[in-house]
């Protein structure tokens, strides 16, 4: 019999809302802050400097995981190397490569940014996230033409059907320019009862995903 | 059940050489592919030695052959030339009953050409192709190489920095083993671009001389470049088919450093969990490791936290072990899949390759490397390492047959 | 000095990204690595680009931007005696 898994909560940012296992808890007030990510930041009280050091898609994927893993403690039910990140887009890190092209575009006048190159990478916001969380396990990031729920369910699956994680934060961050929306769902082997708890499958990913907010 | 997962073709090209033959020749011969850079037109020409494939990107279309008129980055074009070796050493047949995935990794993608056009559009002069951004996205070069191969039921991409390919060959592996596809093409490519040379220059961890793994005087990588490519199938599939097994995807682990965006930590933490988990997933003890292909860059960290790494993991010993860097250069997204290439070869021939430039030990670490190219001891399992910014490490194991 | 090391403030605000942070917030005297500010190795590296930069100076070894970047002080100081005409 197929082993079954649990989404025990999700999280969507998207049209500057943030909405946590289906209730907004947050959406930006343009009077404020002059970024949403600064906002967002803010009203969630962070205090961790080093974010304002990321780039646009680090910083959406740190605060993605920060509304979706609050108040979870995570690492008392699982060890830090049994906790997964499988994550997915499809501009990769466009934005943040382009903001380190016109660092070097100028022949006789380049400064190549160190701290800008760094996050020329997809995978650098898993890194950013594990840095945080303190999370060991396995992690993927996917580069796909558009989020892929049958795609994003398999490689979960099988590497908690493997054993080799008790748990996963998985889904889809994108950003490019203007545009950007994270979804992220958290995946485990067990859960208690609550609202809003959901079986893992694509279907639910998929509906999830497309959820109006 | 699980369905034991063994390689049938491979496929590579890179500074050393434009196909497992020539690749061949050289690592024999030590020759290394690191000089200077002729291709690129860099103000680092006659500073920065980099591992370069000497072919014009005409050159590499020629090769390459694809077959469709279209537009083409370098990336692309060597992973083509790679995936089709690699298909036509197994005898695949992409037509014939199986289903057959590709998962290509890359980091750089099209980049050689957005770079050039991005220059030509920000200066308004009217002279930017857009068929030179086209090829941008990472996701490009793996659609090439489907669309020339012929591969439609599974195609992904993976992007996790310099231990992309490896993760693409672990992600196949998986899925044969689970019975998700019959046969998978898995590695990646990746070409030199004015982007990366000047973004490691900025980080200052370019070595202005050939790279010295593990010595106490290193001072940095060689960027390179190149593609490498595996035929990984399950091993009733390949049976059936009467294929030649070039060895067995034995093993294989991924886990975070968690430590910094680019630096490793300390004391390997990542790496080591990293390598124990391919050793659990194998179902060997650290002593049926033959030889490790390390990742060994030359930079102070990565070989720090590396060696530190190795030792903690293999507290009875490290067996031989080097890193082939000093021959190929730092490939980048494309590493992974040029070990693992390299890795077969040497299981098939009963090879060791020498860590080439090595003259100290590091002060902070027990083991030397392997310095001479080693032949006449058995060499049944290999371990070998990729190691990602963002702290994304893997292992893979490949065994005998 | 003073002036300049008011200036270097506020240019290593911008490029690290300190945007917590005032000029008043920084000790020119304290270290700006380990200690201090808690700067890290891209930081450093960013900081060789802004002297090269804003200051056309080049640093040549690793041991000589230990010394130099160790405070805003020592910036500043270097900034000084390094300046052309």
Redesign the interface.
């Known amino acids: 019999m197929e082993e079954l898994y649990i989404i025990s909560d999700h999280c969507i940012i998207r049209n500057n809302s943030v909405v946590s296992g289906g209730k907004k808890v947050f959406e930006y007030d343009r009077g404020g802050e002059p970024s949403f990510f600064t906002a967002l930041y803010r009203h969630f009280d962070l205090n961790y400097p080093k974010f304002f050091k990321m780039d646009n898609l680090c910083k959406l994927g740190l605060l993605a995981s920060e509304v979706l893993l609050r108040e979870k403690n995570i690492l008392r039910r699982y060890p830090g190397d049994q906790v997964g990140l499988i994550l997915s887009n499809a501009a990769s890190s466009i934005d943040t490569d382009r903001n380190y092209q016109i660092s070097i575009n100028d022949r006789t006048g380049y400064f190549p940014s160190p701290s800008v190159f760094v996050y020329t990478l997809a995978n650098i916001v898993i890194g950013e996230i594990s840095i945080r969380q303190k999370f060991l396990g396995e992690s993927t990031f996917f580069i796909e033409e558009k989020f892929n729920p049958e795609r994003l369910y398999t490689q979960v699956k099988l590497i908690l059907d493997e054993g080799i994680i008790s748990c996963c934060i998985c889904g889809w961050v994108e950003l490019d320019g203007d545009h950007y929306e994270a979804v992220l769902y958290l995946v485990e082997k067990s859960a208690p009862l609550a609202d809003g708890i959901a079986i893992f499958e694509p279907e639910k990913l998929h509906e999830i995903f497309l959820q109006r907010i | 059940m699980q369905h034991k997962v063994v390689v049938t073709g491979i496929g590579i090209i890179s500074a050393i050489g434009f196909d497992t033959k020539g690749v061949m020749d050289s690592l024999q011969a030590q020759r290394s592919g690191i000089g200077r850079l002729s291709l690129i037109d860099s103000?680092y020409k006659d500073e920065i030695p980099v591992a370069e494939i000497k072919a014009t990107n005409d050159e590499l279309l020629q090769i390459a052959d694809p077959g469709i008129t279209g537009n083409y980055s370098r990336t692309s074009l060597l992973g083509i030339i790679a995936a089709r070796q690699a298909i036509a050493a197994a005898r695949i047949d992409v037509s014939a009953p199986g289903r057959t995935g590709l998962i290509s990794a890359t980091?750089v993608?099209g980049?050689d050409r957005?770079?050039i056009f991005?220059?030509g559009y920000?200066s308004g002069s009217g002279k930017a192709r857009l068929r030179d951004v086209v090829t941008?996205?990472?996701?490009d070069s793996t659609e090439k190489i489907a669309d020339c191969t012929g591969i439609r039921d599974y195609i992904?991409?993976?992007?996790?920095?310099c231990s992309s390919s490896a993760?693409a060959i672990m992600?196949g592996a998986?899925?044969i083993r689970?019975g998700?596809l019959d046969r998978v093409v898995a590695g990646g490519t990746d070409a030199l671009t004015?982007?990366t040379l000047?973004?490691?220059?900025?980080?200052?961890i370019l070595d202005r001389n050939p790279c010295r793994p593990f010595d106490e005087d290193r001072n940095g990588l060689n960027l390179g470049e190149g593609s490498g490519f595996l035929v990984l199938e399950s091993e009733e599939f390949a049976c059936r088919e009467n294929k030649n097994v070039l060895g067995v995807i034995k093993g294989y682990?991924?886990?975070?450093?968690?430590?910094?965006?680019?630096?490793s930590s300390p004391e390997g933490?990542?790496a080591c969990?990293s390598m124990l988990?391919a050793l659990e997933?194998a179902g060997l003890a650290p002593d049926a490791i033959s030889y490790i292909n390390a990742h060994g860059t030359g930079t102070k960290n990565n070989d720090l936290s590396e060696g530190v790494a190795l030792e903690t993991v293999f507290q009875a010993g490290i067996p031989h072990c080097s890193s082939t860097k000093s021959y190929t250069g730092h490939t980048l997204g494309a590493a992974g899949g040029i070990e693992a290439v390299l890795s077969i070869i040497a299981l098939q021939h009963q090879w060791i390759y020498p860590n080439l430039n090595f003259a100290r030990p590091m002060n902070e670490l027990g083991f030397v490397p392997v310095t001479a190219f080693v032949t006449g001891i058995p060499v049944n399992c290999i371990m070998s390492n990729s190691f990602?910014?963002?702290?994304?490490n893997s292992t893979l194991i490949f065994s005998r047959y | 000095m003073e002036q300049l090391i008011d200036k270097l403030k506020h240019e290593i605000i911008g490029v690290l990204n300190l945007s917590e942070m005032t000029p008043a917030d920084i000790d020119e005297n304290a270290p700006l690595f380990i200690e201090g500010l808690g700067l890290d190795s891209i930081d450093a590296l960013e900081l060789i680009v802004l002297l090269e930069k804003n200051y056309g100076l080049k640093l040549g070894t690793a041991e000589e931007g230990k010394r130099v970047l160790h405070s805003v002080r020592s910036m500043a100081e270097f900034i000084t005696s390094n300046k052309k005409g």
């Open positions: 103000v980091t993608g980049m957005s770079e991005y220059r920000l941008h996205d990472c996701g992904t991409t993976i992007n996790t920095a993760n992600v998986r899925l689970e998700k004015l982007f000047n973004g490691f220059n900025s980080l200052m682990g991924n886990a975070c450093d968690a430590y910094h965006q680019t630096a933490h990542g969990l988990k997933v990602g910014f963002g702290g994304n």
